[in-house]
């Protein structure tokens, strides 16, 4: 049977050229054309495809959202990342969210061929270099978390995080629904226990960390 691709990309030309592409391959068959987020996580409902070719820039619903759409789905396509670039955290939020393969637009159409062939048939294809910074990413976040639940009580670490966001106490203490003095109390002791002078040393740990 034919791997069945639903292709999500807002530039009409590459869409095209996609379509072109896999229309030369006797194994593969498009069911749908989507220039948007939610057009694709239509099709994805209605076809059942194989394999999602997905694009993370796209207007009304990026990819993350259509990632994070297709979660609960049953039963649940294959997703393939096509993008121009990928960072370490976007890598990670991929990751986090179920891709099966990552390819860059860059990549040579054999590459992509084979990611489909790979990813239709349950493996994962990824680019490397990007997915070896997330991995590298995620376990300074777990070695972070670590630390910190042994450092800080729950009310703590979340002042941490709220605060390494760029939050002003006042915006922390509404959130929380506690006063501006416990907040600047909390953060006191976070300073202390962590051995930062102040709220530029907090936001930098917290980068460092990858707690933000």
Not at 123 to 130: D, F, P
Not at 200 to 205: A, K, T, V
């Amino acid at each position: 049977m034919a791997i069945r691709l639903v292709l999500a990309d807002d530039h009409p030309l590459v869409l095209q050229a996609l379509a072109g592409l896999f229309a030369t391959e006797e194994d593969m068959e498009v069911v749908a054309l989507c220039r948007d987020g939610e057009s694709a996580l239509e099709a994805v409902r209605r076809f059942h495809p194989d394999v999602l070719l997905l694009d993370l820039s796209m207007p009304k619903l990026d990819g993350v959202g259509v990632l994070e759409s297709l979660q609960a789905e049953e039963p649940r396509a294959q997703v393939v990342v096509f993008t121009g670039n990928m960072d370490e955290r976007r890598a990670l939020e991929c990751l986090r969210l179920g891709v099966s393969g990552v390819v860059l637009k860059e990549s040579p159409p054999e590459v992509l061929l084979e990611a489909i062939r790979k990813v239709a048939s349950g493996e994962l294809w990824l680019e490397k270099h990007s997915y070896s910074q997330a991995v590298a990413l995620m376990l300074r976040q777990q070695n972070a978390n670590r630390q910190l639940a042994t450092l800080l009580t729950p009310r703590e670490f979340e002042i941490l995080l709220l605060a390494a966001q760029g939050r002003r106490n006042k915006e922390i203490a509404q959130e929380l629904a506690v006063t501006e003095g416990t907040v600047k109390m909390h953060l006191h002791h976070i300073f202390e226990k962590l051995g930062l002078r102040g709220r530029s040393d907090l936001i930098r740990y917290a980068h460092q960390n990858a707690l933000v």
